[in-house]
C-alpha cells in the first residue's frame, strides 16, 4: 500500500515496514513499545488522513 507523501507500507511478522524509496523503518512492539496495537488498522487511519 502506499501513501499520497510516496511512503510503501509492508505488514511482516516483526511489525509494519515503511519503504521510503531508500531505506526501511519498521515499526514493531519488539523496538518500541508506542507501537503495540493489535492490527495495521490502528496506525492506517493516521497515516492516511
Given at each position: 500500500?502506499?501513501?499520497?507523501?510516496?511512503y510503501?507500507?509492508?505488514?511482516t511478522?516483526?511489525?509494519?515496514?515503511?519503504?521510503?524509496?531508500?531505506?526501511?523503518?519498521?515499526?514493531?512492539?519488539?523496538?518500541?513499545?508506542?507501537?503495540?496495537?493489535?492490527?495495521?488498522?490502528?496506525?492506517?487511519?493516521?497515516?492516511?488522513?
Amino acid at each position: 500500500m502506499q501513501d499520497k507523501r510516496g511512503y510503501i507500507y509492508l505488514g511482516t511478522y516483526d511489525g509494519l515496514v515503511r519503504f521510503d524509496g531508500v531505506e526501511f523503518t519498521t515499526f514493531s512492539r519488539n523496538t518500541d513499545s508506542r507501537y503495540d496495537f493489535a492490527s495495521a488498522r490502528s496506525i492506517f487511519p493516521v497515516i492516511f488522513l
